[in-house]
């Protein structure tokens, strides 16, 4: 099947025809589509037979690396055994019984069930749902409030979006639904670098605290977020966050949400980031690198205090989507939780490639565009500065960042930026020498947006 065209052709048709996602049409339009082709291990092709180092595992989810051909058979044996069929009527398939089975397992502590979903927003609606739920069924349907987090991403349905806390999404037909407010994030060098980190830490969590005294307690559900926000520029919260939260969420009895999406399966040198943190969430939305990306899937992880009042108080649960536990991406997800096993990748990413990566990366830090570079696990985080000390940021927010972005891809590296902040998150698979190269090709990047942004004078 050769039917390959020229990069311009693809690009024409893609102009006249693909709105993509969180895309501004009309300046792509004038600049132009990558077409990427092709990917194996940690690199992607594109049209041009350019090899690009992915350092973003696609968007956060190729955790096991391009081209495993374990999971293509899965897939296609599934397809010929069982291509579809639903889960809603008494039915099951032995796949989605055995997934189900096997993330009981991984799971932390008390978590034997999972809802289906076919993404990480519909998990986050599925949340909302299942938290609302809950309330309702032990007779206090006035607990209908979650509170979230500005800066928080939990996807882009309507409900996702409202969860998430970035105005510049909201402000683009998704108001928030009701029934959600945003407290403050711990972002430490962009709202707190002038305080102790730890003190920090508990400041921002006991937000959190005053929230549920302003909404008062009668009327708030749930606490969701991010373990690390991911979307927002990799945040990683101080050491003194999560326990302050957890103290809190026990005191007052709300459900603990924590958003797995990224920081699950391994990403974090453990199966799921609330184990890093040492924190029982009650709930926790997954998706990415479920299935490394293979094929879309996600789900809610549940845990015994809110199984256990849906089974005993009975009635219909009235949710679901028609490819909920569809059995295709059950047996890929299946068989990508049998790889990480087997490979021990999370063990690998927590004794050897996380702390390469991490110190190979913090070197970076001493670049004179760079403010902080911060990472955990298989993430990392580079603050693009004016100046160091003090430190001063860009009058003009994101526009460092894109000239380095655009500069990094011509170098052969995908790096994200989020603002001034450029984030990586490379497959789990990266080897050393990958990693060598891929802060060269950072660094690179770090000197030619230096000197652009000196050239156009403002640095
Ligand atoms: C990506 C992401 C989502 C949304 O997942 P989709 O599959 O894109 O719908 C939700 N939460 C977090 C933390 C994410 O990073």
Request: aromatic content about 8%.
């Amino acid at each position: 099947m050769n039917t390959q065209r020229s990069t311009r052709e693809y690009q024409r048709l893609d102009r006249e025809h693909f709105l993509h996602p969180f895309t501004d049409f009309k300046a792509l339009a004038e600049k132009g589509t990558r077409i990427i082709t092709r990917a194996e291990g940690v690199y992607v092709f594109d049209n041009e037979g350019h090899r690009i180092l992915d350092g973003m595992a696609g968007l956060w989810c190729v955790n096991v690396g391009y081209g495993r051909r374990e999971l293509a058979e899965a897939a296609y044996q599934q397809l010929q055994v069982l291509p579809f069929y639903n889960s809603f009527f008494q039915c099951t398939h032995p796949k989605a019984v055995e997934l189900a089975t096997k993330l009981a397992e991984i799971a932390p502590g008390n978590m034997k069930h999972v809802f289906f979903t076919n993404s990480g927003s519909e998990a986050n609606d599925t949340v909302i749902r299942t938290v609302r739920r809950y309330w309702e069924l032990l007779g206090e349907p006035q607990k209908s409030v979650i509170i979230s987090r500005k800066n928080a991403y939990h996807g882009s349905t309507l409900a996702g979006a409202s969860l998430g806390g970035m105005k510049w999404i909201h402000d683009v037909g998704a108001q928030p639904i009701p029934g959600i407010v945003h407290i403050e994030q711990p972002y430490w060098f962009g709202e707190g670098r002038d305080q102790d980190p730890a003190a920090f830490g508990v400041a921002v969590a006991r937000k959190l605290e005053e929230q549920i005294q302003v909404t008062g307690l009668d009327r708030v559900a749930a606490f969701i977020a991010e373990p690390v926000q991911g979307a927002g520029g990799v945040i990683i919260p101080p050491e003194s966050y999560w326990p302050e939260i957890r103290r809190i969420c026990e005191k007052y009895g709300i459900l603990l949400v924590m958003d797995e999406v990224i920081c699950g399966f391994g990403r974090l040198g453990q199966w799921f980031g609330s184990q890093h943190y040492n924190v029982q969430p009650d709930l926790m939305p997954i998706a990415k690198g479920l299935t490394s990306g293979y094929i879309p899937m996600g789900g809610v992880l549940v845990g015994h205090r809110v199984a256990k009042v849906l089974y005993e108080r009975g009635g219909e649960y009235a949710h679901g989507f028609t490819y909920s536990a569809h059995p295709v991406a059950a047996a890929v997800a299946l068989e990508n939780i049998r790889i990480i096993d087997e490979e021990k990748l999370i063990e690998r990413v927590r004794g050897e490639i996380s702390p390469y990566l991490q110190k190979r990366w913090r070197e970076l830090g001493d670049h004179p565009l760079v403010g902080e570079a911060r990472g955990i696990g298989m993430v990392g985080a580079l603050e693009l500065v004016k100046s160091k000390s003090p430190v001063t940021l860009f009058e003009e927010r994101g526009k460092a960042g894109t000239i380095c972005r655009d500069l990094s891809v011509e170098n052969g590296l995908v790096m994200r930026a989020v603002g001034d902040t450029m984030i990586i998150s490379p497959p789990l698979i990266i080897t050393k020498a990958e990693i060598d190269e891929l802060i060269e090709k950072a660094r690179r990047s770090l000197d030619q947006t230096d000197k652009a942004a000196k050239g156009a004078g403002y640095k």
